[in-house]
């Protein structure tokens, strides 16, 4: 045969996921760890690689891991499912609760993987826009319209409900208020998406909101603080009710040995990532002062997360100028609807940093 018949038709108009890898010299572009996992983690997880057998199959549920999670969180283990990155797990809520006739609900500009997940499981998706303006102190605002999703879940046509706390790309989190206004409001599986959690205020983590709220789950990751986004590491805290459907659709092996020891490994380094995360905070702060109005004067979104979301005029050119002259890779978001002009830098080391600040100074 020469030919082969035509994919699934909602196939038709999906764009596969971009995240425009390119071999650069300083990367911020994908908000990954400048640091990478704790020392004395890597050194553990090559220890106890010695001896796991990696010919069998891995335990399903990473129980050691899972119990682990559990009881840093205070719940029962029953209420944490891991997945091959963060990414699987919100593909996996749209196969257990989307479907044709359902709806999701998101906030753009958000992580687009929401959007692709709900096409690929036929499910329709309500989008409520957020502000996209300058706020009194001169710095970009992406606020969410609380009004706007609460009568839209509150008419109870939505099934599932997902928004970024800290939000990608914008950085802004949503107040412990609004999230149980939403939890309330509706019987829809409300998704928090915290894969940035750490490097927010904690006044921000939902995790509490778990006790008193069935339609809750939460989103974490390894990728990011803990620094083994190439492993692929994250779970979902939520009640059983929850747990159980997702169960039901998960690839049975998509957590591989590797990856689970890793995670162990971080997670006995706190203290070191601690460490870490409060280094990027400390240079967040610093970065964004030097783009705003004290340093080169560019309308900046505050942030909670490990990156910052700007505005430049001729966004695009400096995108292509920042790699091609510097070698530095920072996120080009100025095509995404309501984020004209704008990129979006990780925060590095302070010395990648620096290099950035200087060549966008010279740009
Ligand atoms: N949620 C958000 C908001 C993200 O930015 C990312 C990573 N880009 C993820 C979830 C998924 O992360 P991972 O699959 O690496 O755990």
């Known amino acids: 045969m020469k030919t082969v018949r035509s994919a699934a038709e909602h196939l038709k108009d999906l764009e596969p996921y971009d995240p425009k890898y390119l071999p650069a010299r300083i990367y911020l572009n994908a908000n990954e760890s400048p640091y990478g996992m704790p020392e004395r983690a890597r ?52 196969l257990a609760y989307g479907g044709s006739g359902r709806s999701l609900l998101t906030a753009p500009p958000t992580f687009s993987v929401y959007h692709t997940d709900a096409k690929l499981t036929h499910t329709a ?34 099934d599932i409900v997902m928004l970024t706390s800290p939000n990608n790309p914008t950085g802004d989190c949503l107040t412990l208020d609004f999230i149980s206004k939403v939890l309330d409001a509706t019987d829809a599986v409300v998704l928090i998406d915290h894969a940035y959690i750490e490097f927010a205020s904690p006044a921000y983590d939902a995790t509490a909101l778990l006790a008193k709220h069935a339609n809750l789950a939460i989103l974490r990751t390894f990728s990011k603080a803990y620094g083994l986004a190439g ?35 971080a997670l006995a380094q706190e203290e070191e990532v601690e460490c870490m995360v409060k280094r990027i905070v400390l240079e967040r702060v610093r970065v964004a002062q030097a783009l705003g109005p004290l340093g080169l004067g ?38 995404v609807p309501g984020l004209d002009d704008c990129l979006r830098v990780s925060i590095g080391r302070p010395e990648e940093n620096d290099e950035f600040l200087q060549a966008l100074g010279e740009l």
């Open 43 to 94: 050194a553990e997880l090559l220890d106890s690689l010695k001896c796991e057998p990696l010919h069998r199959y891995p335990d399903p549920l990473a129980k050691r891991l899972r119990t682990t999670i559990s009881e840093r969180l205070k719940v029962d283990p029953e209420y944490v499912v891991l997945g091959n990155g963060g990414d699987e797990l919100l593909f996996n809520l749209c």
């Open 298 to 335: 560019l309308p900046v979104a505050p942030s909670e997360a490990n990156y910052l979301l700007f505005k430049v005029p001729g966004a695009h050119e400096i995108w292509q100028r920042l790699y091609e002259d510097y070698g530095i890779l920072v996120r080009d978001l100025s095509k």
């Open 125 to 158: 998706v309500v989008e409520i826009d957020r502000a996209t303006g300058v706020n009194s102190e001169g710095a970009l605002d992406y606020s969410v319209d609380e009004e706007a999703i609460l009568k839209s879940v509150s008419s109870g046509s939505v």
């Open 231 to 265: 492993l692929r590491i994250g779970y979902l805290v939520a009640s059983t009710e929850i747990t159980r459907e997702l169960c039901k659709v998960r690839q049975p092996y998509s957590v591989d040995a590797l990856a689970a020891l890793a995670a162990l490994a």
